[in-house]
């Protein structure tokens, strides 16, 4: 890679490695923000700075629409199939690098080495959709009237925002990118000031894999980059992912401009156990969603309600919780901050009574870093803070109810609706639940629900606002436009309304 001004980074173990400064990328160049504004980057696992990063102004998101802009004629008149064989070429060259964007994750968001591969060749899955998308999504034409033909094609919708969260720095843009892109829309994207490394590092692959200059643009930077990317009259649409109260906040000033928007927002996720359940499977299956990627994950499983005498489970989850290990099964938690609020919510809730099975309070790893453990509290409330509130950390909270529908009116009755699901050895139990629960993304014994390409991801309720989900055809005709033609070459014999 011979982009003037990035060093790749070189970390390859959890030893702490300083990354550098991560500029914006704007019209194929590397550029501080305009106002020299810089923000500290942390690697969670030793709570220390590994770099900085530019903290952006409208500034320097103008200068990045008008790169886009600038861009867009070509990009559009790219061949369709052009477009996805940059793609293809950008799949190869993430494979390459495999391993050195799994260590950028790991170290910039705190996940373990492991999980930030996994989370990287997720996104990897996402970019083959893209890559498909010229054999899937082309228009259609039909005489619809003797010597009439009606056919529909989608357009690009010219340049677009997208902005992302922290807790997965490569997966999250590859919802939006692939379709985005290979639509011939051009892209001003807002990395998560937190973890901006590992998209920086994306966007020089994609120049590599031939990308044109102003086609992809990063504008790192915190709240003003957002709100200027959504108020720009240039930006046609804007797809968010991130917190609920952020998605709504967006969602409601992009819609009153007019735009397209499709904000994803958070969740509160919740595991129906009965007492039938497999103990084995559930057991590693809800402790593999509650703690894994220390539960800072849009799909992680929160509330694990028992119905009836399920003690033989719960305590098998409790002792698949107390099986894992910090800093080797389970990463670092992303802020001190984060570290603060989620053992607030355990001093809460043991306040009130609940039992901590499990305690993941205090704990560090090598005397450094960010990091709660896997806590387990048994005999929550259904309406306390810990029962209903987004915790985002590596908590669960075992909600004990006596019958069935109990459990899904508890589900039902949380704001949120990203994922839910039943564990059950019975047919007609997982029919009855999935066909109740309120939730855009629901499981049969599987704790992380997350739909596999080609099938769409998106939540319902205060999880998503906006029409349609993210990936998948959907995400194409968001970044897209329907033009109808109707046509008609000779004299028609027959008279109709069209004629
Ligand atoms: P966040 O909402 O704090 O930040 C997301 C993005 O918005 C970041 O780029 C941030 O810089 C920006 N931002 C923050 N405050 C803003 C404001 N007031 N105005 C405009 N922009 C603002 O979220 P986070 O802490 O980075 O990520 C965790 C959250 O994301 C959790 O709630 C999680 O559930 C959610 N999430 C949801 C999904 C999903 O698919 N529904 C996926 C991943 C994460």
Redesign the pocket.
Known sequence: MSVPGFHPFTGASDDLVQAGHCNNWIGGELVDARSGARLDVHNPRHGAVMGTVADSDAADVASAVEAAKAAFPGWKATPYKERAQILYRLKALMERDLDRLSWLVSHENGKTFAEGKASVLKGIECLEYGCSLPNMSAGGQIEVSRGVTCKVDYEPLGVVGC??????PVM?PM?MLPQALVAGNTVVL?????VPFGLLHLAMLAREAGLPDGVLNLVN???D???AIVDHPDVKAVG????????S??YARGASLGKRMLC????KNHLVVVPDADLELTAQNVAASAFGCAG????AASVLVAVGDADAQVDAVVAEAEKLVLGRDVGAI?SEAAVERITGYIDQAEKMGAKVRVDGRGKQVDGKGWWVGPTVLDGVGRDWPAGCD?I?GPVLSIIRVKTLDEAIAIENDNPYG?AACIYTTSGFVAEYATARFEAGMVGVNIGVPVPREPFP???WNQ??FGHGD?TGMDGFRFWTRARKTTTKWALQSDQNWMS
């Open positions: 902005v992302v969260p922290f807790n997965f999250v919802w807002k990395p998560s000031e937190q930077g915190r709240k980059a957002v709100q968010f992912v991130g917190s609920t109260k952020v998605a906040l967006l994803l927002g958070g969740a800072q994950r849009c799909m992303i987004e985002f990203n991801f998106g939540g999880s998503k993210i």
